[in-house]
């Protein structure tokens, strides 16, 4: 359809294929370093994929941040993306990634419904401030969390500062690619689902991250929503879709700085 290309990420980014299997192992290595301050698969929900992975710091919990993964909300879980908790980890912020049932098996609403119960979930495992960072689809997801009428008064309040990296924040220009197929998505439910309609949002910090490289669908998206919301725009510029996450890793980063802060 007519803008398949427009939101076709790995078409443009060299080697797009060497990522995933980079993250998995990098994953990996990660949670087998952090045996005795992980716990894995925790239940949030009666689903499978209702679980989510939480990571300690040493010491005391300063807060607590909370990973989405993106994927289109069709692929990926909680497994590929452990070592990004490194940054915010060295800060004494617990970090916390979940899992989510994926399309076509769901709607987006519904995945929407399963990270705010993920969050609250989290939430009452660790005290403190809470910091939210999602990429691409988790970019809309955690975007979704200021909602107030998602969260509970007691959780939505504790939220400080969220970050949606290269996010999707008005779906309806996906009624025009082929992925609809798998969405489902009709002008109404895009509408209901996008961030930039969102009026009654708690009160955190945001800041919309995007990669200089990426394509223009996203940063045309980054805009839409830091406009929309009057929230800070930060480009990083020699980054694209695939890599612009990879700062949530290092404790140094301005990335994490803006989420521990």
Known sequence: ?????????????????????????????????????????????EGARHRYDLFLPEGAAKGLMIFVHGGYWMAFDKSSWSHLAVGALAHGYA?????????PEVRIADITQQIA???????????GPIALAGHSAGGHLVARMLDRDLLPKEVGERITAVVP???LADLRPLLRTSMNGKFKLDAASAAAESPIDM???????????????????????????????????????????????????????????????
């Open 199 to 261: 009026d009654h949002r708690y009160p955190a910090e945001v800041t919309v991250w995007v990669g200089g490289d990426e394509r223009p669908a996203f940063l045309d998206q980054a805009v839409w929503l830091a406009e929309a919301w009057g929230a800070d725009h930060v480009i990083a510029f020699g980054k694209h879709h695939f890599n612009v996450i990879e700062p949530l890793a290092d404790p140094d980063s301005d990335l994490v700085a803006v989420l521990v802060k």
């Open 1 to 45: 359809m007519e803008l398949d290309d427009a939101y076709s990420n790995g078409a443009y980014i060299e080697n797009a294929d060497s990522y995933p299997p980079r993250w998995a192992a990098s994953a990996e290595d990660f949670r087998n370093a952090m045996r005795d301050r992980s716990r894995l698969d925790v239940p949030y929900g």
């Open 165 to 167: 990296i290269s996010p």
């Open 117 to 127: 119960a993920a969050v609250a979930a989290i939430a009452g495992e660790v005290e």
């Open 95 to 103: 970090v916390a990634m979940p899992s989510y049932d994926l399309c």
